[in-house]
């Protein structure tokens, strides 16, 4: 089975560009959730979504996070305009259910905004 | 307001020793305790997990002690080998009023197992 897929492992961008980050959850699975790490912290919490329709985005740290899960298949994280204090590697994970159920995350991307 | 702390931040053994790693939490809600392990330039992956009705669980060379009373739980992992260095997430979870699993994780600690 193919894992959780996320591209671009990493980007480089300037303060006030724009970023889209892509995930391609495991076939199947209608739980996809985005986590964030900043560096030396712990992994936050973004959003999750069942199929297409978010079912919590209270971890999105501002209006500047966009994120989309089209046609409940992959899912986009859009930052516009980037800041400094976004950088971070961003996870994706993707679950069966909602239970307790493992999270497959996938190897993330690395943002780094300069 | 960090719900999970995780201590040390970083830990350096022989092979063969016995790293222990602490985590604590507050929330009393949180009823699901797993460990992540994470290799450089990889998610992590879920690596062993425990419920709040037993005091322990082990999973080959990897073992979860866990004290409701004292709100702490630790992994330990015997006779370590140079495989095993890599970055260790706790994490915690519980049921949101919304009926979602909420998981939250630890800062992480980074292992390296020397020779």
């Known amino acids: 089975e193919a894992g959780v897929t996320q591209f671009p492992s990493h980007s480089v961008i300037e303060k006030g560009q724009t970023v889209t980050l892509r995930c391609d959850p495991i076939?199947?699975?209608?739980?996809l959730y985005w986590y964030r790490r900043v560096m030396g912290k712990e992994i936050k919490f973004l959003l999750h979504?069942?199929?297409?329709?978010?079912?919590?985005e209270s971890g999105m740290p501002n209006n500047r996070f966009l994120a989309e899960r089209t046609g409940g298949t992959y899912s986009t994280l859009k930052v516009q305009p980037a800041e400094l204090e976004d950088s971070g590697v961003y996870f994706c994970?993707?679950?069966?259910?909602?239970?307790?159920?493992?999270?497959?995350f996938g190897n993330g991307t690395r943002l780094t905004v300069t | 307001q960090q719900q999970v702390k995780q201590s040390p931040q970083s830990l350096i053994v022989q092979k063969g020793g016995i790293p222990i790693i602490n985590c604590a939490y507050e929330?009393?809600?949180?009823?699901?305790f797993p460990w992540y392990q994470q290799f450089p330039g990889k998610g992590p992956a879920l690596l062993i997990a425990?419920?709040?009705?037993?005091s322990e669980k082990k999973e080959g060379r990897f073992t979860i002690s866990f004290n409701k009373s004292a709100k702490q739980f630790s992994l330990h992992i015997m006779d370590s080998q140079p495989g095993d260095s890599a970055t260790y997430f706790c994490a915690a979870s519980y049921l949101t009023y919304s009926g979602r699993y909420q998981l939250t994780f630890g800062k992480g600690t980074k292992l390296s197992v020397i020779p």
């Open positions: 076939s199947g699975h209608d739980n």
């Open positions: 994970a993707s679950g069966q259910d909602i239970s307790n159920s493992p999270l497959h």
């Open positions: 929330n009393t809600a949180f009823d699901y």
């Open positions: 979504f069942v199929k297409e329709s978010k079912q919590d």
């Open positions: 425990i419920r709040p009705d037993v």
